[in-house]
Structures are given as structure tokens and as C-alpha cells.
């Protein structure tokens, strides 16, 4: 595609460019970086305008506000609209998105199980969820991923391949939630599934809290994996924190103290 000399964004851009904000890491909101130039190229625009709307759009992110390390404070009024709309159904986000990212680029879009183009609704009580939910799982774990900087948050393991974007809110129990990055933690396998099962939370500072159980197994694999974290804060991500009401509902519904 060429370089648009139309100021204006498109809304197919604007999708990119948010999709592209959720799966980078801020560091990396720069020209350089190989994705945007790729996107870039494939929306017509050049590297350093789509990394200048990438800051822009961090400057409506209350984590980064919060810690100081603010955009350039030029959103426009579309982009204020579509992080809202954003924020206020994911899911719905999510789907679009996707289908932007995968027109542009002549990929195909493989879910898990295929789509039935007669199902209308997602709802997690039956099996229409494989539908538009199934297609936001691999976009919440890029986000998450890439909100922890692909680190586990308690331990720090850094191999993709071990690490999972956790739900502290289960999948089934809160619909319009699921897709939502703020209801994810980047843990290792071991942890998502301590995490999962009850057997740690974290408190409202983000410290990690053991249940009885793991406390009482004094094994030196389970002291090493579990007992060396107890007390010590998680590595905050450096957007997409942690709503600290899905960790209270986490706290009172699924730890087992």
C-alpha cells in the first residue's frame, strides 16, 4: 500500500495501531521496531507516524500516565472514542482486530475449532463460545505477554513457551471479562495452575499469599518454587495491571487460605 497523504485515520489504521499498542512492550514503540515497520507499510503509513500514534495512544493508558512515563499528549478525539470502545468490550474489539490484522496481511485466521456461521451467540453456557471469544484468546495472551514483558510476574522465568496468560477471574464465570487484559497475570505454567487451583493469590499490594497447603510442604522443590516467593510483590506490568477487583473476587472465591 502507499504512504496515505491524508492526515486522517482511517479506522481500519486505528484498529492496527491498537492492536499493535496492546502487543508491544512501551520500550518499544519506536520506528525501528520490526513490526511497525511492517504495519506500517501495510496501512500506508510510515514507520514514524504509526509510532507517533502508538505514544499517543499510550497517553490515554492510566498505567503509564501513573508512572511518569507519559505519551505526547496528542490523542485525537477518534482515538480517545476507540479506547473506550476498547476498554468497554474487549471481546468485541478483539474480533475486529483480528479480522483487520489478517485482511491486511493474506494470512488466515485459524481458530481451534471452526467457526459456524449460523451461531449468533457467544455465551459461555454452551458451545458457541469456539466463535469470537476463541478468536480473542491468542490476542489477550499477546497482550498480557507483552504487558509483563514475557516474564512470569512471580518468578521471572522468561521462556514463552513455559509462560501462560493466566485469567484471575475464570474464563466461564465473568463473560465480559475473559478477553480483558487486566484480568490476566503472566505466570509459568507451575503458577497459573497454583494460581488457578486456589492455592496462591496475591493481596492489594500485590505480594504473593500462599494457602496453607503450599506452606506446609516443606519439600525443597516446593520451597524453591513457592515458599522462596511468599511475601515478595509481583514484577507490575507496565500496563494492563491487574484490576484490583478481579484480585479481591480471586481472594474471596477461589483461594483456599
Request: charged share 25%; hydrophobic share 35%.
Amino acid at each position: 500500500m502507499e504512504v496515505t497523504k491524508n492526515h486522517k485515520w482511517t479506522r481500519e489504521q486505528l484498529l492496527v495501531a491498537f492492536t499493535l499498542y496492546t502487543q508491544t512492550s512501551f520500550g518499544r514503540l519506536h520506528s525501528r521496531n520490526p513490526d511497525i515497520i511492517k504495519y506500517a507499510k501495510l496501512i500506508g503509513r510510515t514507520p514514524s507516524a504509526l509510532a507517533m500514534k502508538l505514544v499517543n495512544i499510550a497517553s490515554l493508558d492510566p498505567v503509564i500516565v501513573n508512572s511518569g512515563r507519559k505519551g505526547l499528549q496528542a490523542a485525537s478525539k477518534m482515538d480517545k472514542a476507540m479506547w473506550q470502545e476498547m476498554n468497554d468490550n474487549w471481546e468485541a474489539f478483539w474480533t475486529q482486530s483480528e479480522l483487520v490484522m489478517v485482511n491486511i496481511s493474506k494470512q488466515t485466521l485459524e481458530p481451534k475449532e471452526k467457526l459456524n456461521p449460523a451461531i449468533t451467540s457467544y455465551s459461555a453456557e454452551n458451545k458457541s463460545i469456539i466463535s469470537s471469544s476463541r478468536y480473542g484468546q491468542n490476542s489477550f495472551r499477546k497482550a498480557v505477554l507483552s504487558a509483563h514483558e514475557e516474564q512470569c510476574c512471580i518468578t521471572g522465568i522468561s521462556n514463552t513457551k513455559l509462560l501462560v496468560a493466566s485469567h484471575i477471574i475464570p474464563w466461564a464465570e465473568d463473560k465480559s471479562n475473559r478477553l480483558n487484559p487486566r484480568n490476566g497475570l503472566c505466570l509459568s505454567n507451575l503458577h497459573d495452575k497454583a494460581f488457578d487451583s486456589g492455592l496462591l493469590t496475591l493481596n492489594e499490594s500485590l505480594e504473593v499469599v500462599l494457602s496453607k497447603e503450599l506452606r506446609n510442604d516443606q519439600s525443597l522443590y516446593n520451597k524453591a518454587s513457592f515458599i522462596l516467593f511468599e511475601g515478595k510483590r509481583i514484577q507490575v506490568p507496565k500496563k494492563f495491571a491487574p484490576d484490583q477487583e478481579f484480585l479481591s473476587h480471586h481472594r474471596q472465591h477461589i483461594f483456599q487460605a
